[in-house]
């Protein structure tokens, strides 16, 4: 991120800011869907596909990147997008939790019977019904108490 960051401003796209690694990555996306698409048509199995996609972004880079560095390049792509945007999901998820207390014990009583149901803690009916009552009267005298 930091080396597209040194390459936007090199190249005076300072006005992308942050979007440089999204241009490229969808990019190496693309060639690689493409690729893989055309070549399908031609090879009679999968391996001979990735071969030839291999062949075509070794000759795309001019030998720089093989099949390998493609591969790793679209994979760091595709992972820095996913984790961006699953952090900025989980930041709005903190926001609206933090702003309403009742919606708080509701999202940690969930999270308590996925954990229970998941065979993590071993909770009876009757346990898993009195944390959502706490949670609910915790929250609602928190609710009161900030307005």
Request: net charge negative; aromatic share 6%.
């Amino acid at each position: 991120m930091i080396l597209l960051g040194i390459l936007g401003s090199s190249l005076g796209l300072d006005v992308l800011d942050g979007m440089l690694a999204y241009i490229v990555g969808f990019l190496a996306v693309f060639l690689l869907a493409y690729w893989t698409f055309d070549e399908r048509d031609q090879t009679d199995t999968w391996a001979d596909t990735v071969e030839k996609v291999g062949e075509r972004s070794t000759t795309a880079t001019g030998g720089l990147i093989g099949a390998a560095g493609s591969l790793a390049l679209v994979l760091i792509a595709l992972l820095t997008t996913i984790g961006q945007q699953l952090a900025m999901s989980g930041g709005r998820i903190v926001e609206l939790i933090a702003t309403d207390p009742v919606l708080s014990g509701g999202v940690a009583t969930g999270l308590t019977g996925v954990v229970s149901n998941a065979g993590f803690v071993s909770l009876s009916t009757l346990q898993l019904l009195g944390i959502v009552a706490l949670f609910l009267i915790v929250g609602t005298i928190w609710r009161e108490r900030q307005t």
